[in-house]
């Protein structure tokens, strides 16, 4: 079966084109953050996602390793959507979001990273009332989006898979819904 990454910025829109794909496609998804909590709580290590943080890095990679394998054990039996982010804006610079010792374990088939224009991305994070989004200038957004090609290409690299951009514009989900699902099926 097939393990399929799918990461895209904040306001790019890809938790809506991933719902809206998977109604019609029989894949799992699961996000990668929530199967580390899991594993993090059942170890008794941590009681929710804020405490997930303060772990020792060691141990927050180990907790890495344990999810993907987690996730990739549930490949045998079905096809998952890993949702999580290429890579992580820090006030530091950018973490990768998917470290070597997690693609060892993962070993994904394809990365698909949905993507908008900058101004689209900018006007739907200051619009969306349910979040607290940092705001960014058009350069940072687009600057975010080219530092999840570099990733996603590093990571084929080192995986063999195929990177895949899928085009979220406003007003053409539908558009954007049918490519993801051609890329899956």
Same mark, same amino acid.
């Given at each position: 079966?097939? +393990?399929?990454? +799918? !990461?895209?910025?904040?306001g790019?829109? $890809?938790?809506?084109?991933?719902?809206?794909?998977?109604?019609?496609? @029989?894949?799992?998804?699961?996000n990668?953050?929530d199967?580390?909590?899991?594993?993090?709580?059942?170890?008794?290590?941590?009681?929710?996602?804020?405490?997930m943080?303060?772990?020792?890095?060691?141990?927050?990679? @180990?907790?890495?390793?344990?999810?993907?394998k $987690?996730?990739? %054990?549930? $490949?045998?039996? #079905? #096809?998952?959507?890993? @949702?999580? &982010?290429?890579?992580?804006?820090?006030?530091?610079?950018?973490?990768?979001?998917?470290? +070597?010792?997690?693609? %060892?374990?993962?070993?994904? @088939?394809?990365?698909?990273?949905?993507? !908008?224009?900058?101004?689209?991305?900018?006007?739907?994070?200051?619009?969306?009332?349910? *979040?607290?989004?940092?705001?960014? $200038?058009?350069? %940072?957004?687009?600057? &975010?989006?080219?530092? #999840? *090609?570099?990733?996603?290409?590093?990571? !084929?690299?080192?995986?063999?898979?195929?990177?895949?951009?899928?085009?979220? &514009?406003?007003?053409?989900?539908?558009?954007? +819904?049918?490519?993801?699902?051609?890329?899956?099926?």
């Amino acid at each position: 079966m097939k +393990v399929v990454v +799918v !990461a895209g910025i904040p306001g790019s829109g $890809s938790t809506t084109v991933l719902e809206n794909t998977l109604k019609e496609l @029989d894949y799992l998804n699961v996000n990668y953050g929530d199967v580390m909590l899991e594993i993090a709580v059942e170890k008794g290590l941590v009681e929710n996602r804020d405490q997930m943080r303060t772990l020792p890095p060691e141990v927050q990679k @180990d907790i890495q390793r344990a999810a993907a394998k $987690s996730i990739r %054990e549930r $490949s045998l039996e #079905n #096809n998952i959507i890993v @949702d999580t &982010h290429c890579t992580i804006k820090t006030p530091a610079g950018f973490l990768p979001g998917l470290p +070597v010792w997690v693609l %060892e374990e993962l070993e994904p @088939d394809m990365f698909v990273l949905v993507e !908008a224009d900058a101004e689209e991305i900018f006007t739907r994070r200051i619009s969306d009332k349910t *979040r607290d989004r940092d705001v960014e $200038s058009l350069q %940072e957004i687009d600057l &975010h989006q080219q530092m #999840n *090609r570099a990733a996603a290409m590093a990571y !084929a690299t080192l995986t063999g898979a195929t990177v895949k951009i899928v085009k979220n &514009h406003n007003n053409q989900l539908e558009s954007a +819904v049918s490519e993801m699902k051609s890329v899956l099926e």
